[in-house]
Nanobody, 121 residues
């Protein structure tokens, strides 16, 4: 099974940008589709974005489309989430996940530890 370690996140003002990283180890990273999810206090975990193993296909939640970009570097075993034009409603703990491109969190095999993103108004 692949292990995932996240970095990035923090506090940013509305309209600002942040980049999250998720480094994989343990298995061949390029075999895995990857996704990003987020969970705000009192809410269910929700799909944010995903990318296929090659990086050629990406998928986004409507709420982040046009503002967030998912990408991957298979040579570095890392997936990224570039977040621009951040809004206070983007405040959540963000998780990377391995194994699928679907919106259903149960289809993913491994999860990162989570990283807090806080957007102030």
């Amino acid at each position: 099974q692949v292990q995932l370690v996240q970095s990035g996140g923090g506090l940013v003002q509305a309209a600002g940008s942040l980049r999250l990283s998720c480094a994989a180890s343990g298995r061949t990273f390029s075999n895995y589709a990857m996704g990003w999810f987020r969970q705000a206090p009192g809410k269910d975990r929700e799909f944010v974005a995903s990318i296929d193993w090659s990086g050629s296909r990406t998928y986004y939640a409507d709420s982040v489309k046009g503002r967030f970009t998912i990408s991957r570097d298979n040579a570095k075993n890392t997936v990224y989430l570039q977040m621009n034009s951040l809004k206070p409603e983007d405040t959540a703990v963000y998780y990377c996940a391995a194994g699928s491109t679907t919106v259903w969190s149960s289809r993913y095999d491994a999860w990162g530890q989570g990283t807090q993103v806080t957007v102030s108004s």
